[in-house]
T-cell receptor, first 109, second 114 residues
Framework: GQNIDQPTEMTATEGAIVQINCTYQ??????LFWYQQHAGEAPTFLSY??LDGLEEKGRFSSFLSRSKGYSYLLLKELQMKDSASYLC??????????WGAGTKLIIKP | NAGVTQTPKFRVLKTGQSMTLLCAQD?????MYWYRQDPGMGLRLIHY???????AKGEVPDGYNVSRLKKQNFLLGLESAAPSQTSVYFC?????????????FGPGTRLTVL
């Protein structure tokens, strides 16, 4: 079966660094996406990885290990506005996204 | 450039009633998708379309129908609503369905079925 696992909730402090992990098992693999979703709003794109390694984009970085079926999203210099859910999604062999349930990130001052 | 819009934003139905959710995009995207999002679960694909006049079933299509008569519009219909269809419905679109294509989401429709 297809499965995406990520922690349900994490708490971090403003200004700190947090790493949100995601493991995936899908029928085929065509890349790993991270989306951000603020409460009551639509998901918005953060990153896409298809090759192993780290992709850095400002305060956000995303890492992929295809052999381990593992990805993480790294958020640096946390701000209160980063309080949101972070959704991990794997693109399967049919080019359909399989979504995790999301990690709710709570930022404390 | 409005992106992806959805109508209505909120709706309450009684069991057995029908309704249509409208999704519109002005980005000239080929692919469009309907998802539902329930607490504690990932987004689940209901139906999708790879171009005008085409539709295909996703992971959870039962109880829903769709139509894509115009490229910019994708309609989701509930013929006889059930409480299990209480959910937040998101429409999304991508340019061509390629591996790295970003999905752009509408603001969502919050549907309650009593």
């Amino acid at each position: 079966g297809q499965n995406i696992d990520q922690p349900t909730e994490m708490t971090a402090t403003e200004g700190a660094i947090v790493q949100i992990n995601c493991t995936y098992q899908t029928s085929g693999f065509n890349g790993l996406f991270w989306y951000q979703q603020h409460a009551g709003e639509a998901p918005t794109f953060l990153s896409y990885n298809v090759l192993d390694g780290l992709e850095e984009k400002g305060r956000f970085s995303s890492f992929l290990s295809r052999s381990k079926g593992y990805s993480y999203l790294l958020l640096k210099e946390l701000q209160m506005k980063d309080s949101a859910s972070y959704l991990c999604a794997s693109l399967d062999s049919n080019y359909q996204l399989i979504w995790g349930a999301g990690t709710k990130l709570i930022i404390k001052p | 450039n409005a992106g992806v819009t959805q109508t209505p934003k909120f709706r309450v139905l009684k069991t057995g009633q029908s309704m249509t959710l409208l999704c519109a995009q002005d980005m000239n995207h080929e692919y469009m998708y309907w998802y539902r999002q329930d607490p504690g679960m990932g987004l689940r694909l209901i139906h999708y379309s790879v171009g005008e006049g085409t539709t295909a079933k996703g992971e959870v299509p039962d109880g829903y129908n769709v139509s894509r008569l115009k490229k910019q519009n994708f309609l989701l219909g509930l013929e006889s609503a059930a409480p299990s269809q209480t959910s937040v419905y998101f429409c999304a679109s991508t340019l061509s369905g390629g591996a790295s294509d970003t999905q752009y989401f509408g603001p969502g429709t919050r549907l309650t079925v009593l």
